[in-house]
């Protein structure tokens, strides 16, 4: 099994254009998170989806959009990138049974706006 | 909302030194409790969790951590560390009952001097 992998793995971006990071899991797992962590803030929730065809806000979720439309994939799209938006994305996935929180994730995408 | 709290940013040891790392979380009742770390240039993998039962939580590589459920604490302990163990940790807490969203600390940045 590979977990949880994620595409690029860097990535540099002239302020104004767009991408998109895909995450992808081989665990069957239901939760699909996007993260962003910036040094000294912690991993601060971007969106998330409970299951395929679904997505929620996090706590961070301004200028990103996201797409479950398999339930092994998770897409987060950046529209129009700003430097604020320099920093390490990370994807994460869980399983839906109650009480089993734990999170998986994947190396990271290291993404930098000029 | 739950939010976490990590007490040092930043912790220097010398080999063989005892480590604690404090972590204290908002919200009472029922909780699922994490740490994780994350090496240098690698992603985060789960170091140990608390789910219910036996307060005191033992995890890879001699850690473990203690819940006090009256002091809203989870903080993480190793009796002797090890320069490998130089690396960022994360508390992170399940975002209320039920909840399958986690909330991170800030993290703490351990170095260990050999």
């Known amino acids: 099994n590979a977990g949880v992998t994620q595409t690029p793995k860097f990535r540099v971006l002239k302020t104004g254009q767009s991408m998109t990071l895909l995450c992808a899991q081989d665990m069957n797992h239901e939760y699909m998170y996007w993260y962003r962590q910036d040094p000294g803030m912690g991993l601060r929730l971007i969106h998330y989806?409970?299951?395929?065809?679904?997505?929620a806000k996090g706590e961070v979720p301004d200028g990103y959009n996201v797409s479950r439309l398999k339930k092994q994939n998770f897409l987060l799209g950046l529209e129009s990138a700003a430097p604020s938006q320099t920093s390490v994305y990370f994807c994460?996935?869980?399983?839906?049974?109650?009480?089993?929180?734990?999170?998986?994730f994947g190396p990271g995408t290291r993404l930098t706006v000029t | 909302a739950q939010s976490v709290s990590q007490h040092n940013h930043h912790v220097i040891l010398s080999e063989a030194a005892s480590l604690e790392l404090g972590c204290n979380y908002s919200y009472g009742g029922t909780v699922n409790l994490f740490w994780y770390v994350q090496y240098p240039g690698q992603h985060l993998q789960l170091l140990l969790k608390y789910f219910s039962g036996d307060p005191l939580v033992k995890g890879i590589k001699g850690f473990e951590a203690e819940f006090i459920k009256s002091k809203f604490s989870f903080n993480l302990r190793k009796p002797s560390v090890q320069w490998s163990d130089t690396a960022e940790y994360f508390c992170?807490?399940?975002?209320?009952?039920?909840?399958?969203?986690?909330?991170f600390g800030a993290g703490t940045i351990l170095r260990v001097k050999s």
């Open positions: 989806s409970v299951g395929e065809g679904t997505t």
């Open positions: 992170a807490v399940n975002d209320g009952p039920g909840g399958n969203k986690l909330v």
């Open positions: 994460a996935s869980s399983s839906h049974r109650v009480g089993d929180y734990e999170q998986y």
